[in-house]
């Protein structure tokens, strides 16, 4: 670190041409990053992500629903009176090149009526969207329209795109540009809050250039790689966060350091030394976490891992060059009019460390017994896709289910099961086993496919959206898979099994590899065996009780409704609690790290965990909690997202975040950092020598005492 600060402060004007041609070329080239990203949810070697590959080899379209017209007849006549004029509406749809349609006229199923015969509907598959944009939607709504008038019928399209979208347009996609400037708004106000100065636009400025770096660096990723289409909000959002956090800790300590008396350049080479290195372990620490998601064999997965790992790599390399040389030419102009001081700890922050030294067992148990109550509802967490009904609350496509839901037809319409089958004669063998299944309201066979194989429709009559009701799927495919001619089974249900196989079969070996690099490398920035295991154990507490959380709120609809209007989903979005975990657990190992790094650094100094305690919260309590408000504030932006996934994506970052900083690091840690005494500071030589670092043997028993330390003039500043 003084290597590298030595050369950033002697070529600092070229470190900020770099950096500035970086942001420049970065903003040139934002707007084509999205064309170049991946919508990419294949699950290569999955049985329904195969079958679905198949089905558009030979039908051109998908096994998951794109549109269900529901055509109501007028008030004295009914569907089978009304014949020509509804058929006329699916023969329109089924006259557009790529979809196809399962209706009464195609099948004969009187299942395709509601009870009281006044209404028909039909199964629209369409081909694989690319994007947020569905390109069938105007075509789909202008047929419909335009067969509708000249029957004299009413025609509304629905389907579980439509009601995720609120409407029946498909959405434009979230505007990645406002949420942006909606997190740094709130950054900013808290970054005055923290400085009183002109120094609170310079962590503004790092993250600008971070984001616009990453943004160049990912379209030069695409050249090479499939990047998921989500990076560019975690980009934006996150890096927006990460940048400033890092840059928060390391420019107060530059302030801290300058308010002692040192010289702008002695204290810019103390920052990077402390703060810089613990930008350096969190900064690692994250694209650890998220650069673990490629094992996990799910293409989407992966590409946000390797994708989202530059974002506190490109993070960290902009603050630990690009802000040492703002300081050195300007920050002290820039530290005006310096209201706030920081030439001692938070009164505050130092009483309340002293209050939970006293009271470790209580702040403990405390802690520990709150952390319980969020994780308990974990026992009931479905991973899958929303429920219809938390989609959306009014528009057309709500009232068109609620039309077929008066006429008996159940919401399983919106997830058919497509099986599909060699030829015709396989098809009806898997017809009639599927029919025998329980819960199933009908089943039938499509004209055969240009390749000659044959889908066989299955219509649940509940909607296979979890991992409890995608049970008539298993049923289903267990039904049929011996049959001869059994290709395979598709569809949503279908989808979500694949998932459970690919991503949670594979989930643990993801944790256990977090861990371990985890451990190993905070074992090396704390020279400590007992400290990195207590981080990595409350980290995964900290993780159980935002899925417990997150359970609660969203899935079963304890306040989503009344925040978001949006009802009880009844399940997580199955690429929801990976991507959670990658980010979570590094960003919230940040705060771990930015607090055991300063206790170390005060316990080598004075050799009293009591003293490490109080001074090194203190010193970060302020500092967390305003990295944490500002990493919130980016969350809350996301959370104005369209789309129920990710605003439980961004919601449930924004509690874990705001959890991990006040129970987690503000009460438990120091409670148990207190209760381990002089046992956290332990490494024994045969570890430091795997670790290569100095060791850390185990000093005499220290007493309790909690008066101020000395002043920071008085101590041995790099004391390894």
């Known amino acids: 670190m003084n290597r590298l600060t030595t050369f950033v402060l002697r070529h600092r004007v070229l470190v900020g041409l770099f950096w500035l041609a970086m942001m420049v070329a970065g903003a040139a080239t934002a707007g084509n990053v999205g064309d170049r990203l991946s919508y990419d949810f294949s699950l290569p070697g999955q049985e329904g992500y195969e079958t679905e590959a198949a089905l558009i080899e030979s039908y051109g379209s998908t096994a998951t629903v794109g549109y ?55 199964i629209v598959y369409a081909p694989p969207a690319a994007g947020f944009v569905d390109p069938y939607s105007e075509q789909v709504e202008a047929a419909v329209a335009a067969a509708a008038a000249q029957g004299d019928v009413t025609v509304t399209v629905t389907g579980y795109n439509q009601l995720a979208a609120g409407s029946s347009d498909g959405g434009e996609g979230p505007d990645v540009l406002a949420e942006t400037l909606l997190g740094a708004l709130g950054a900013l106000a808290v970054l005055l809050f923290v400085f009183a100065s002109v120094l609170a636009l310079v962590p503004l400025v790092i993250a600008a250039v971070a984001i616009l770096s990453t943004f160049l660096i990912v379209l030069g990723l695409t050249t090479f790689a499939d990047v998921s289409f989500v990076v560019q909000f975690l980009i934006s959002l996150v890096g927006l966060g990460v940048a400033i956090d890092y840059s928060l800790l390391v420019v107060s300590r530059w302030r801290e350091e300058r308010s002692h008396g040192r010289s702008n350049e002695e204290a810019i080479r103390i920052a990077m030394r402390t703060a810089g290195g613990s930008v350096v372990a969190s900064g690692v620490t994250v694209a650890i976490s998220l650069v673990a998601l490629v094992v996990i064999p799910v293409p989407l997965l992966q590409s946000m891992g390797y994708g989202g790992m530059l974002i506190p790599l490109i993070s960290t390399a902009v603050v630990l060059t690009l802000l040492p040389a703002m300081l050195s030419a300007i920050g002290p102009r820039l530290d005006w009019p310096r209201i706030r001081k920081e030439s001692t700890a938070s009164p505050a922050w130092s009483a309340w460390a002293r209050l939970v030294v006293r009271r470790r067992w209580i702040a403990a148990g405390v802690a520990l017994v709150a952390l319980g109550v969020l994780i308990a509802p974990t026992t009931m967490t479905q991973f899958g896709i929303a429920s219809t009904s938390s989609l959306a609350r009014s528009g057309a496509a709500v009232d068109a289910m609620a039309l077929l839901a008066a006429g008996g037809v159940e919401s399983g319409v919106t997830t058919p099961i497509v099986v599909l089958a060699d030829d015709e004669t396989a098809a009806l063998a898997v017809a009639d086993a599927a029919g025998e299944v329980p819960g199933i309201r009908s089943v039938s066979i499509a004209e055969p496919g240009i390749d000659g194989r044959v889908a066989v429709d299955v219509i649940p009559n509940a909607e296979t959206v979890d991992s409890s009701s995608v049970a008539v799927v298993d049923d289903v495919a267990a039904a049929t898979s011996d049959l001869p001619g059994y290709v395979g089974t598709a569809g949503a ?214 008066t101020a330390p000395p002043a920071i003039e008085d101590r041995v500043l790099d004391p390894v």
């Open 68 to 122: 269900i017209p529901v055509v109501t007849v007028g008030p004295d006549t009914t569907v089978e009176q009304s014949r020509p004029a509804v058929d006329a509406v699916f023969d329109a749809v089924r006259a557009i090149d790529g979809l196809r349609v399962a209706d009464l006229a195609s099948t004969g199923d009187e299942a395709f009526v509601t009870a009281d015969g006044r209404s028909a509907f039909g």
């Open 493 to 706: 249900g279908a989808t979500i099994t694949d998932y459970r196989r690919a991503v949670y079969d594979n989930f643990p070996y993801v944790i256990a590899l977090i861990a371990l690099i985890t451990f190993i490398l905070l074992a090396r920035t704390f020279r400590s065996l007992l400290l990195p295991f207590k981080a990595v154990v409350l980290n995964l507490l900290s993780l159980g009780a935002v899925f417990g959380a997150a359970t609660w709120f969203w899935q079963e609809g304890n306040g989503s409704s009344l925040i978001f209007d949006i009802s009880a989903t009844g399940a997580m979005a199955f690429w929801i609690p990976p991507l959670i975990f990658a980010f979570l657990f590094g960003l919230s190992m940040d705060y771990e790290v930015f607090i055991l790094a300063r206790m170390r650094e005060e316990y080598d100094a004075t050799g009293s965990t009591t003293t490490a305690i109080v001074e090194g919260i203190g010193r970060t309590g302020r500092l967390v909690t305003s990295a944490a408000l500002i990493l919130f504030f980016s969350f809350a932006a996301l959370a104005s997202a369209p789309g129920t996934d990710i605003k439980v994506f961004a919601t449930a970052l924004g509690v874990g975040i705001l959890l991990d900083a006040t129970i987690v690091r503000a009460l438990l840690v120091p409670a148990l950092v207190s209760l381990f005494g002089r046992w956290n500071w332990w490494l024994p030589n045969w570890a430091a020598r795997l670790l290569f670092v100095a060791p850390s043997p185990v000093g005499p028993r220290q007493p309790r005492v909690t």
